[in-house]
C-alpha cells in the first residue's frame, strides 16, 4: 500500500504532467493549424513572376504565400491604417500614428494592391499574399469602379501585406517555443519524481522534520475528520498543518511554529477603496513560511485555535520582528524556545500538587 506522501507526490505530479501536456498539445495543434504559415515564415519570401501574379484569383491558389514581387511603377493611394491612442479615463484621443500605408504596385498589366509600412515607395516588396480586407475593398477599391474603372478592372483581387505579415511567426518564437520547451521540462521532470517519489518537493519537506516513511504514516492517521480542523485550504491535525495545492503540498508540524499573523490587504481602484482581503502568514522554524488568503473571520478563528495549540509561538505583525527574522532568525527561533521553556515550567509548577 503506498504511503501518504507517495499518494500526495504522484497527484502533484500527475496534474503537473496533465497541465503541461495540455499546453505542449496547444502550442502543437496551433502549429499544425498554422503550418502553411510557419513554412512560409522560415522558408521565407519566393520571387514570383509578373505572368503568375495575374493568373492568380486568390491567394488560397499557392502554397508559397510568401513572395517578392518586382514592379514597374509605384504610387502611394493615400489610403492608410492610422492607429489613435485614447486616454481611458475621458476618451480623449491623446495622439494618433500612421501604422500602415497601401500602395498600388503596376505589375506588368496588373496592379497590385500592397499593405506597407509609411515610407517612400518601392518597385520591390516582400509579403504575404492575403485576401484584400472589406473596409478596403469598400473604402478604397469601390469608389475606383465610377471614377477609374480600367484602374479598379487591372487590380488584382489579393493584396500583398509587405508590413506585419511576420508578427505572428515572431510571436510563436518568442513564446510558443519557450512555452513548449517548459511545458515538456515539467513533464519530464514529473514522470522522474512519479518513478522516484524521493525526489518530489512534498517528500523533501516532510524529511525535514524526520523519517518521511513514519512521518507520513502519522500523518495518514492524524488526517481523519474527527480529528482534523480546516481552515480554508489548511487543514490543522493534533500535530500537523496540510495544505493542499493543485501541484502541491505544504507540511509542517503545528509544534514548528515561530510567528503567526493577520495580514490585511486593502485594494482600490484609481484610489477609491474597493475592499480588503485577508490571510493568516505561517512561520517556522525551519525558514518555511507561507501565506493562506482566507475570510477575516475564518482568520481570526484560526488564530485563536493555534494560540492554544502553540501559546509560546509570536503571534502578530511587527516591523522589528520582521526585520530581525530577515536578518537574524536564530535570534528570533531562540527568544520563541526560551517562551516554550518558560510555558513548560509555569504548566509544571500549575499542575505539582500543592
Known sequence: ???????????????????????????????????????????????????????????????????????????????????????????????????????????????????ASPGAEQLEYSGELVPTSDQVNSDLLAPLAGQEADVRAAVLPFTLNAADYRDNGYTILIFGIPFFALAMWNCLKAARRSSEPQLSPVWKNLAAFGNAEQLSQQIEAELQPAMTRKYGNLQITPQWMVRRKFFSTWISPVADLVWVYKKVTKHSVNFIPTGKTYSVVLVGRHRQ??????????????????????????????????????????????AVDSRYQQYKAKAA???APG
Open 1 to 115: 500500500m503506498a504511503l501518504w506522501v507517495e499518494t500526495e507526490a504522484r497527484r502533484a505530479n500527475r496534474n503537473l504532467i496533465l497541465v503541461n501536456g495540455v499546453i505542449a498539445a496547444l502550442v502543437i495543434l496551433t502549429v499544425v493549424m498554422n503550418s502553411r504559415y510557419c513554412a512560409n515564415f522560415f522558408l521565407g519570401c519566393e520571387p514570383i513572376s509578373a505572368t503568375e501574379l495575374a493568373t492568380l484569383k486568390s491567394p488560397e491558389q499557392r502554397w508559397r504565400n510568401f513572395v517578392k514581387v518586382s514592379g514597374t511603377k509605384a504610387f502611394n493611394t493615400g489610403y492608410r491604417d492610422i492607429v489613435k491612442h485614447v486616454e481611458k479615463s475621458t476618451g480623449r484621443v491623446i495622439s494618433s500614428e500612421v501604422k500602415d500605408e497601401y500602395i498600388m504596385l503596376r505589375v506588368a498589366e496588373k496592379i497590385l494592391l500592397v499593405k
Open 349 to 351: 509548577s500549575a499542575s
Open 289 to 334: 513560511r507561507i501565506e493562506e488568503q482566507m475570510k477575516e473571520q475564518v482568520v481570526n478563528t484560526l488564530l485563536g485555535d493555534l494560540a492554544t495549540r502553540v501559546p509560546w509561538a509570536l503571534f502578530g505583525f511587527d516591523q522589528n520582528l520582521e526585520r530581525n527574522w530577515r536578518k537574524t532568525p536564530a535570534q528570533v527561533i531562540s
